[in-house]
Each structure stands twice: as C-alpha cells, then as structure tokens.
C-alpha cells in the first residue's frame, strides 16, 4: 500500500541560518531535542540550502578543537541535501536514504520550499507498526482456526 510522505506528520522542522554560529547550532539542536537543522537561505527562510548535524558540529568542530562560536552553519552544513517531494512513496523515500547513506530526507513542495522533514527514526516507526500490524493479524487469524476447531 502507497504511503506519501505526507502521510508523516513531521512538518515542523528546525531551521538555522548560514551565518548562525556553530554553538547556536548546538544549543538550538539541544532546545529543539533534534540531531539535524536544516539550514535556509537566510533571503528566503523557506528555502533548504543544506544541512547540519550534531556529527557535524562534533567532527568538524568539537574533535577538531576549534572554537564553536567563531564557526558557522555554513562552514559545516552538508551542501548535498537530499530532498524529496511530499508525494515520494515511503519505500521510495527509504531507497533514496539508503542510495545516499543519510538518515534524513527534506521534504519540499514543487517550488522546493521546505515542508517537512523526514528521519530514519519516522521510517522506523512506520515500519516497525506496519510488522506490528501483521502479528495482530497473524494473531486474529490463529486465534480463530483455534476457536473453530475447539
């Protein structure tokens, strides 16, 4: 069965801009309990342009030892965002996370403005309830040849 990623509810998505220091980064990261902003064109605050997160922040600053307030989204971001449309099947969605080995996908509409964003941990989800989905059928099924044969 189909499954739009519009079908997933994770439309609030947290935003920097380049210019925003990496400590910001951080502590916007830890105020919104995410591991990834996505990072806008600061003109036009609905468009993606890439994103960071807290791998990022550790990686290029923190095991670097560098100074987290003089470096910026922009010096860390990834600039290869993967984006999506809001009507990308979800398998569809799962091929492209795996295609590009990211955990995340942006979701925009047709003029590529930001709408949504969806995580490894949306997918787990889906998934693992569509697995509990089939045991509760599974079940019901069992549950009925037995009563039938008593």
Known sequence: MPRPLSDFPNTIVAVVEPETTALQTALLMRQHHVGALVVVDAADKSRPIGIVTDRDLVLAVMAEGLDPAVFTASDIMSHDLVLARADLDLQDAIAL???????????????????????????????????????????GARDREFAQRR
């Open 97 to 139: 996370m795996q295609e590009h080995s990211v955990r995340r996908v942006v979701v925009v509409d047709d003029s590529g403005r930001l709408g949504a964003i969806l995580t490894l941990e949306d997918v787990l989800e889906a998934l693992a309830g569509d697995l509990n989905a089939l045991v509760v059928s599974l079940r």
